[in-house]
């Protein structure tokens, strides 16, 4: 899964897709998650959820990290409103952990 180790590593948006693209591949999850990279902008969903994350860096290169929403869980999603800035990599990896681990906690209550 993810390691603290590994936030030295991760210095843009793109490293961070990568290396979550590496980690989804190696981990035999039930989840399909989606991580799609896009002009400097990270979405990660999961299909069939209505909730995910976007993570972007601002002009002076502090992460945000965005909720994004769809409405109609059709995989149309819009920002929630809900963001956090941070200038720690490990504050960003803790929050998509947190995000899948709180995916697995509802696909096991289900």
Not at 48 to 59: A, E, H, I, K, Q
Not at 70 to 77: A, L, M, R
Not at 80 to 108: C, P, Q, Y
Request: charged share 25%; aromatic share 8%.
């Amino acid at each position: 899964m993810i390691r603290p180790e590994d936030a030295p590593t991760i210095l843009t948006t793109h490293d961070l897709s990568v290396y979550l693209k590496n980690i989804v591949q190696k981990e035999d999850s039930e989840l399909k998650i989606d991580i799609d990279y896009e002009s400097g902008e990270l979405f990660i969903n999961c299909p069939g959820f209505s909730n995910g994350l976007s993570v972007t860096t601002d002009p002076f290169g502090v992460w945000v990290i965005n909720e994004v929403i769809s409405q109609e869980n059709d995989g149309v999603f819009t920002q929630s409103g809900n963001f956090h800035k941070t200038e720690k990599t490990m504050t960003v990896l803790r929050a998509i952990a947190s995000w899948i681990r709180d995916l697995e906690d509802s696909t096991r209550a289900c």
